[in-house]
């Protein structure tokens, strides 16, 4: 049985893995539009591998939704779980159609740009921990390393704070 807009707006397995394509399409805008933007040069470069990043998520989560197209999870509290995954989905903006490079476009800083880059680092990384119920087993060793790579990008990203804070200490 399929969950869609006649059960309350919840969402299908498959539709979760859209989802994160769409996060990861937002990711992608977002990062690229930051790098062309950005006045530090190692900020400009952070982002640009982090958009190029995004990009290999977009394909690896295709790969996932050519295989999941009907995939749900099956037992008590499967509603609950969709029900869950939506109110996540409906709080998260980058589930928003091109709303990546919409929310880039406004920034007026690096340091703002890196502190919302690890907001959204850190929703994807829940989004996804969650998403892993919605794919089939063989597919929960590809979200995992997609988390870590996410994890990875957290990193990535606090370093580039702390380096653009302890410039802005010695300018």
């Known amino acids: 049985m399929k969950r869609g807009k006649e059960m309350g707006n919840i969402f299908a397995g498959s539709e979760i893995v859209e989802i ?10 977002f990062y690229k539009v ?3 933007k950005s006045k530090d040069g190692k900020a400009a470069g952070v982002f640009g591998f982090l958009a190029g990043e995004e990009e290999k998520h977009i394909k690896a989560f295709q790969d996932i939704l050519d295989k999941t197209d ?3 999870p099956a037992g008590i509290g499967a509603d609950d779980y969709f029900a869950y995954m939506n109110a996540l989905a409906g709080e998260y903006v980058f589930t928003q159609k091109d709303k990546g490079a919409e929310i880039a476009e406004s920034i007026k800083s690096d340091e703002e740009a890196v502190t919302m ?6 929703d994807s990384i829940i989004f996804y921990e969650g998403m892993k119920k919605t794919v089939p087993d063989f597919d929960i060793k590809l979200i995992d390393s997609l ?14 704070k ?4 302890q410039g802005e200490k010695n300018g």
Do not use: M, P, V, W
């Open 20 to 29: 994160g394509i769409q996060i990861e399409k937002n990711g992608r805008d």
């Open 34 to 36: 930051l790098s062309g």
């Open 70 to 72: 009907k995939y749900e």
């Open 117 to 122: 880059g690890i907001g959204f680092e850190k």
């Open 147 to 160: 988390i870590a790579q996410e994890q990875s990008h957290l990193t990535q990203l606090s370093d580039l």
């Open 162 to 165: 702390a380096s653009i804070l």
